[in-house]
């Protein structure tokens, strides 16, 4: 099914250890941003790609990198895992950064202890 | 800044009945508004939006939303609610800060939906 697709679903970090999170799309869309979800706050945009190559920071970036090599794929890398990034990360993308329809992925919920 | 405010945290609703959940907003110029709901363990689905026109806006699953500039709210409507509408519900409205258009959600609202 065409969709957005997030992997792993679950990871258990140790604080110190770097991850990927990955996040793949096959609609061809142009935007992708990471979100994280935290209780009580709802959403939070940490990095947003309006197109290959092309990143930018959101509201909460540090301790998060991305990168846009190709069209599909739009990782996030923790650097340095610490105990404020247990969360539940969701990827999103639309079509164009004005099309606010997002498809969102399932979801990686990360425990760092 | 923009912002969205959904002041409960809860809803309970008994099946049948008429549902809604409350949303208010606080933009400058025209809002650009949002509904998304939260199955369990899923990500966020997209219901409906307003950008402009009509101030009633019908989204899936027989949700709509009402748009009242003078309230500034933007509460979220369903004339019978069913058991499988139980999920948490998200209000977004559209941020144009530092140069990119994001999506400021609520801190979210469940719903319950009791038989």
Not at chain 1, 10 to 18: D, W, Y
Not at chain 1, 20 to 28: I, R, S, Y
Not at chain 1, 32 to 37: A, H, I, K, L, P
Not at chain 2, 17 to 33: D, R
Request: aromatic content about 12%.
């Amino acid at each position: 099914n065409a969709g957005v697709t997030q992997t792993p679903k679950f990871q258990v970090l140790k604080t110190g250890q770097s991850m990927t999170l990955q996040c793949a799309q096959d609609m061809n869309h142009e935007y992708m941003s990471w979100y994280r979800q935290d209780p009580g706050m709802g959403l939070r945009l940490i990095h947003y790609s309006v197109g290959a190559g092309i990143t930018d920071q959101g509201e909460v970036p540090n301790g998060y990198n991305v990168s846009r090599s190709t069209t599909e794929d739009f990782p996030l890398r923790l650097l340095s895992a610490a105990p404020s990034q247990t969360s539940v990360y969701f990827c999103a993308s639309s079509a164009t950064m004005d099309s606010y329809g997002y498809t969102f992925g399932s979801g990686t919920r990360l425990t760092v202890v | 800044a923009q912002s969205v405010a959904q002041p409960e945290d809860q809803v309970n609703v008994a099946e049948g009945n008429p549902l809604t959940v409350k949303c208010t907003y606080s933009v400058s110029g025209n809002p650009y508004l949002f509904w998304y709901v939260q199955y369990p363990n899923r990500g966020l689905q997209f219901l409906l939006k307003y950008i402009t026109g009509d101030n009633l806006v019908k989204g899936s699953y027989g949700f709509e939303a009402e748009f009242n500039k003078s309230q500034t709210s933007f509460h979220l409507k369903k004339p019978s609610a069913l058991v499988s509408d139980s999920a948490l519900y998200f209000c977004a409205v559209r941020d144009e800060a530092g140069g990119y258009n994001k999506l400021i959600f609520g801190a979210g609202t469940r719903l319950a939906v009791h038989p």
